[in-house]
């Protein structure tokens, strides 16, 4: 395993766990800031760069033309966590599009807030697909699809045009190429193709800054992180760590969680993206270096500081309370 | 990290994560018979070795004072899913010692079976401590405490003499000095001390044998084995790897699975006990690495080499039921 520890998990005082992995700060030009592990090789960025996955739905009008609300643009960008606000903007978009729910091609699975998931329980309901934490992102895909006079049945496949345009904006913004032999499929069906981190974070700082995207693609992406920084409780949901980041940072920060230990960053003032991989897949992992990570590199007030600190010095509990550990930052992450 | 990677998740063709660690597989002399990563060094068992936690309860007599079954022997080693079988079971321990529910201090948490939780919830339930997947070993621990004059309250502190005899037990099977220093806290309250992984593997080979025990500790760990052998839903729950591998191998291996990537077996048969850490604390690393290592040590015939296969030859699917990757054998474990 050549990656360095960087987290540790601590019961007592001593090492319990630990997480290596490998993380990549670069400008829009690709030059390396900081960076620990290979960030050359190649990593699933699953659904930390929905941002991106999202810009057609800004470029090719459908966004103006079914006139989404600024939630429903941040929902489209969201790992949401079936809460009923995320439910309820998801059904909104395919309204305006003039679809039903069941079009949504992304599986259906209980809401991950367990608390959204025990009221629908108690209410005796059952999940559909507007509960799939991607249902917002699919909901965007199928207005895509829509505006530009394409069928919406099978637009996870690769060969759609949606996909076809989610590939182009993914290999235009990381200026990586996406190898079609190495397509994996995501949790919710649609391609994810392999990127190493350093061009993610390349293609997050371009996302921050605008740079080197062209006039429309810049706006399309400022347009969708002032979304985003505007409805933070979309992206993700209660409790959830890129939810508080942006609740404590507003449009200072962008950040979005992928599956398997993927977290990426777009630092718009220092025109900086951020791109982190734990290689064991562990997001509490991931969270941790991203905490670190903002705390080192963005100029923070008390206050910002304050609600940064239970993501950057999270503290375990057992079920009594009890505080049994801790999580910290080691190696270079340490440095 | 100096131990190897053992375990690679694939999606598509590419290893998207991947799970360092170190096992043992142990005789009850302490002879390695295989093993990779570092073994010597001190790893919090947490709840795999609640069948030596539970040997106080047999060898106090407080088992045959309180008339306990089989199957509630069985949850006194368990991490159960909190399934109404196990709630139940737990209820009955505390009723035979004459207790309450609201003596258990484990704390309280929603059952880990999703499909419990819900129903809890439809029902327009809480749960309650005997949710907790240790309530089991609790209701013995309380148990103990009563057959042997102790006041129960308290009975989670590392001075009362329930949790002293606890701790002789561990140290006496596995042979490894438990270091009071180094004491952490597990999830439900009770002490948990640093043990490396070739002294775990003793302790199970012994547990499995009854070897260097003494004839009482033998019987209990013996009886122990037999209820879980009998019983091997109360020690996990429904569709858990445990249940599972004990549903197919019946008393040929006693096998529990501990928080942080732990999963410790004995294999009477062969004299051996098994010890692993997968070292970020991953179960399906942990799961992954005994289930092959239960193929390659016992010769197996088709039907138990069947039901082992979905445990060592795991197939992930997405939220559509599509086949998205695997887990696999890697580096020493896969030679």
Redesign the interface.
């Known amino acids: 395993?050549e990656d360095?520890?960087l987290i540790e998990?601590l019961?007592?005082?001593?090492v319990?766990?630990?997480?290596?992995g490998a993380f990549a700060v670069v400008d829009a030009d690709g030059g390396v800031v900081l960076s620990a592990g290979d960030i050359g090789r190649?990593?699933?960025p699953r659904s930390a760069v929905k941002v991106i996955q999202a810009l057609p739905l800004i470029e090719s009008g459908a966004a103006d033309r079914f006139g989404l609300e600024e939630a429903e643009l941040a929902l489209a960008c969201a790992s949401h966590s079936g809460e009923p606000a995320h439910v309820a903007a998801a059904a909104a978009m395919l309204r305006k599009a003039g679809l039903e729910p069941d079009c949504l091609?992304?599986?259906?699975?209980?809401p991950s807030n367990?608390g959204a998931?025990?009221?629908l329980?108690?209410a005796?309901e059952e999940p559909s697909a507007l509960h799939?934490n991607c249902s917002g992102k699919h909901a965007g895909f199928l207005c895509t699809a829509c505006a530009t006079g394409h069928a919406p049945a099978g637009y996870v496949r690769a060969e759609h045009p949606v996909q076809e345009m989610v590939r182009e904006a993914l290999e235009s913004v990381t200026g990586a190429p996406l190898a079609p032999?190495?397509?994996?499929?995501?949790?919710?069906?649609i391609p994810?193709y392999?990127i190493p981190l350093r061009a993610m974070a390349r293609g997050f700082a371009r996302i921050g800054s605008g740079e080197g995207l062209g006039t429309a693609r810049a706006a399309a992406a400022a347009r969708l992180r002032a979304a985003v920084a505007a409805h933070p409780f979309m992206v993700a949901g209660s409790g959830r760590a890129d939810t508080r980041i942006m609740e404590a940072l507003g449009a200072r920060a962008f950040v979005k969680v992928g599956a398997?230990?993927v977290h990426c960053a777009a630092l718009p003032e220092l025109g900086l993206g951020i791109a982190i991989k734990c290689?064991?897949?562990?997001g509490r992992?991931a969270e941790l270096v991203m905490a670190t990570l903002l705390r080192r590199l963005l100029p923070l007030d008390d206050a910002a500081r304050e609600a940064l600190r239970p993501l950057a010095e999270p503290v375990l509990r057992?079920?009594?309370?009890?505080e049994?550990?801790s999580l910290r930052a080691a190696g270079p992450l340490a440095a």
Chains 1, 2 share one sequence.
């Open positions: 395993m360095p520890v998990v019961r007592g005082r001593s319990e766990s630990r997480h290596a190649p990593v699933f091609e992304c599986g259906t699975h209980w367990s998931a025990r009221a329980a108690r005796g799939n032999e190495d397509r994996g499929t995501d949790g919710c069906s994810t392999p398997e230990g290689d064991d897949g562990a992992g057992n079920w009594n309370g009890i049994v550990g």
